[in-house]
């Protein structure tokens, strides 16, 4: 792993806070996609930001992802793989990183909105208490990213998806990509069950990419269906870019990675957004699994 030093972490933290904007006023960008120098032009994004919604499980360890140290230690390491591009995370997970020095000529993607807790009652009224606009655009990042989860049945989700389509038009504006992550959702014994069944992936995706006054910047974030198969009807729902959603995969990372190396295949597929099942692989290996899962693009 990659050493972390949180004693100057926190040193710098409380004795010099303006060094995580200076961090970023002095870190050197790239474009979101590119295509030269071997590169592939599809993106390999790492994904770190549920610990902000209160997700902290990996497997059968409920608080895998609450050791900050640890984590950034996973994140430097995939960071450092080369076909990596970059990471996406919340404010206070970027600001180590930035000031780790971890973002260099790296895309970073800021989580919008993690209001909707794991578990709460309230878990579908997903308020945007992450990053604003306005805050990925002081900051020089690259996009954002936001999560839109529907129950038919819960007010919850209109307040999300009126909120979700007023931060489009706001990255529009700044003409920054936004990064919609859409799910048809419903309570089963009082806990949120995501559907990943064809037709219920299709409605999310049409719903997401209607939202906003333009859809010029907006990029989909989509599981792979529960059949694989589906996979190239359900994507013919939009001409948006997408990205694959890695999610929980369990043992069977192999048979993760043969579902994302079908799906890449699709036109419209642009990459990968994994987060725990790169960062916490079943063998430990997080160098492994991350080269494995950029040689799929």
Known sequence: ??????????????????????????????????????????????????????????????????????????????????????????????????????????????????????????????????HRPEDLARLGFDAGKLLLRIDYEDPGSLDTLHASARAVDAMAERRLPVFVEPFLCRREEGRLRTDLGAE????????????????????????????????????????????LLGGEIGDDQEGAYEKWRTALRLPTVQGLVVGRSLLYPADGDVAGAVDTAVGLL
Not at 207 to 224: C, D, F, I, M, N
Not at 229 to 241: F, I, K, Q, W
Request: with cysteine; proline share 5%.
């Open 1 to 130: 792993m990659s050493r972390v030093d949180v004693t100057e972490l926190v040193r710098l933290r409380t004795h010099h806070p303006e060094a995580v904007a200076e961090a970023a006023a002095r870190r050197v960008r790239r474009p979101l996609l590119r295509s030269t120098g071997g590169s592939t032009g599809r993106l390999m994004i790492i994904a770190a930001d549920h610990p902000a919604r209160g997700a902290l499980a990996v497997g059968n360890s409920p608080l895998a992802m609450a050791n900050r140290h640890d984590l950034l230690e996973r994140l430097c390491l995939a960071l450092s793989r080369p076909g990596v591009d970059g990471v996406l995370a919340t404010a206070d997970i970027l600001d180590d990183l930035l000031l780790l020095g971890a973002l260099e000529d790296r895309v970073v993607v800021g989580s919008m909105n993690r209001g909707g807790l794991a578990g709460a009652s309230f878990e579908l009224d997903d308020r945007f208490t992450g």
């Open 200 to 243: 219920a992936v299709t409605r999310s995706i049409a719903v997401a990419s209607g939202l906003g006054g333009t859809s010029a910047y907006t990029w989909l974030k989509v599981p792979v269906t529960r059949d694989p198969d589906d996979m190239a009807r359900v994507m013919e729902t939009s001409t948006l870019p997408a990205v």
